[in-house]
């Protein structure tokens, strides 16, 4: 429906887009609004005293307003810009984890996390002595809650985890995992957002974890742009994460001072024409409607399903559709993934084939790969049906003869 | 944006080579006493490739290979460990040297009688993206050959 509003679709009638999981496209509006920005108020912002600057300055900082509104966030200084949820949750991990996590200290991470809110937090563990729990999977691809339960206690420190899995689609519940924690824990609470921001209403305020991560480019947006949100008396305590110019206050020979937040973890020239294309994107978010954007994903999914379980020797992993957001993983008897994946795209499919940076769930689902598909606003019902046709084809190919 | 994979290049990719290979791979499994082994992994796509050489002189003398993973990696370890058994070291260079022409599009390779079934995954040089796969195998024998040199 909306796909004239963005152009690389629009340029490429046959394409069937099925990896805003990994990446979405962006809409013309997010792209102008980021030219414009280097045509009329291109400057470093926080720096010059001249009109320009100013304005530079203006425009990153409405930018982060409008983000923040979008996010439930009301204070917007608790939204420091990264380049994306690795590094949000880098710097969680770093910062506030070096600082606080020690010899005996555990750390819980789940089966559903992708690399990136396991590996640093393994890595924390590592360096400090601390031990890593991981939080075990129900049959069908949920968290189990039971696991979390005795895993999380006066020991734990932080507690790691997604909103949406990015592998499997499944929506984690998220203030019921923090209930869980408030009760049995003083650990803090870090929720990989990057699935869940560009799909759905998002209150991170009222979801009541201590720290949000999410990235711009999957919310279509541009790429190298995203944020954590993080409880302000937290980032008040956290020492900086990088250093450098406009994170700082007074510079001496032997020590220097920090900035305000959000300021104290923006080192550098901040990427303001990111960060402007990213309220853009909010805002042509706001005009769809979040509840339009979920039921439009939530009916192209319940078509997928329907269609695809149709297919004989295909197996659909994770939860009923109702549970899950914008993804399905799926393999095929035993053609691989990617031969799948190369097969789709010789019909101008685009699906993800592998791991989707989750190895530590495929070992628990003894797999190698799956093949996923996922869907953003701009897919329609002809994407689904050329993702069937795709895997008919596959299953010919590959004579498809019951074992 | 260009598209080069047509249905006649996705046909000329999944012979019925490539497939008989991929289920029903030759020398799949393990040697008693190996003398070298090594492995391979694609961390991006999780193919494995696990290969197992005994030398006799300076020929190989047999060889297998364990793993998983696509059809274009399984069949190639497949083809290969076919045809580099009972040949030796140099000769295996020289066809690896050629093989790796095949995998970049040298239509000359794709005709050289030398490379035996290994034709059969000309194909791959059409997506970038798969020839890593066919190369996996490659790769481990390369590493064992290497080593042997020391």
């Given amino acids: ?403 | 944006m260009s598209r080069p994979e047509s249905s006649a290049e996705i046909a000329a990719l999944y012979q019925e080579m490539i497939l008989d290979h991929y289920r029903r791979p030759r020398n799949k499994g393990t040697l008693a006493n190996p003398d070298a082994t090594a492995e391979m992994r694609n961390p991006l796509c999780g193919d494995e490739i696990d290969l197992q050489v005994s030398f006799a002189g300076d020929k190989v003398g047999a060889l297998k290979f364990s793993g998983r993973g696509c059809s274009i990696s399984q069949a190639s370890a497949s083809m290969m460990t076919q045809i580099v058994e009972g040949k030796s070291t140099t000769e295996i260079d020289s066809i690896r040297t050629r093989f790796r022409e095949l995998m970049l599009g040298d239509a000359t390779a794709a005709t050289d009688t030398r490379l035996g079934s290994l034709r059969a995954l000309s194909g791959v040089a059409r997506f970038p993206a798969r020839v890593k796969c066919a190369l996996l195998a490659w790769n481990a024998l390369d590493t064992i050959l290497v080593n042997r040199r020391g």
Avoid at chain 1, 55 to 66: G, N
Avoid at chain 1, 98 to 111: M, Q, S
Avoid at chain 1, 234 to 263: A, C
């Fill in chain 1, 1 to 403: 429906m909306m796909r004239a509003d963005f152009p690389l679709l629009a340029n490429n009638p046959g394409l069937h887009y099925l990896d805003s999981a990994a990446t979405s496209q962006k809409p013309r509006a997010v792209l102008d609004a980021m030219r414009d920005f280097y045509e009329t108020s291109n400057a470093n912002p926080h720096r010059g005293a001249y009109l320009l600057s100013v304005q530079a300055t203006e425009c990153y900082h409405r930018a982060r307003l409008d983000i923040a509104r979008f996010l439930g966030v009301a204070d917007p200084d608790t939204l420091i810009f990264t380049r994306g949820t690795t590094e949000a949750l880098n710097l969680v991990a770093s910062s506030w984890g070096r600082t606080n996590v020690g010899p005996g200290d555990e750390i819980v991470v789940t089966a559903l996390d992708h690399h990136a809110n396991f590996v640093p937090w393994q890595q924390l563990a590592i360096e400090k002595g601390a031990t890593v729990r991981v939080c075990e999977l129900t049959a069908d691809g949920r968290l189990d809650l039971d696991c979390m339960k005795q895993l999380v206690t006066s020991r734990t420190k932080v507690v790691a985890f997604n909103h949406v899995s990015n592998a499997l689609g499944t929506i984690n519940p998220v203030t019921d995992i923090v209930r869980l924690v408030r009760d049995r824990s003083t650990a803090i609470t870090v929720c990989d957002g990057a699935q869940s921001a560009p799909h759905f209403t998002v209150d991170v305020d009222a979801m009541g974890v201590d720290f949000y991560a999410f990235s711009g480019h999957k919310m279509l947006g541009p790429m190298g742009l995203g944020g954590l949100v993080g409880r302000r008396a937290l980032l008040e305590k956290m020492p900086p994460y990088q250093s450098g110019g406009d994170m700082i206050e007074f510079v001496y020979d032997d020590r220097s001072t920090w900035n305000v937040l959000p300021h104290k973890f923006e080192a550098g020239t901040p990427n303001a024409a990111a960060a402007v294309g990213l309220a853009a994107a909010v805002a042509y978010l706001e005009q769809i409607g979040m509840d339009r954007v979920l039921s439009h994903e939530r009916s192209l999914m319940s078509l997928a399903q329907t269609r695809l379980s149709e297919i004989e020797g295909l197996r659909i992993y994770g939860p009923p559709v109702t549970d899950r957001s914008g993804v399905v993983s799926f393999t095929l008897e035993d053609v691989h993934p990617h031969d799948l994946a190369t097969i789709l795209d010789g019909e101008g499919v685009c699906i993800r084939a592998g791991h989707h940076c989750a190895q530590p769930l495929m070992r628990r689902l003894n797999l190698t790969a799956t093949a996923r598909a996922s869907f953003y606003v701009y897919n329609d019902e002809d994407d689904v049906d050329a993702l069937v046709t795709g895997i008919m084809k596959a299953r010919d190919i590959f004579g498809y003869v019951p074992a």
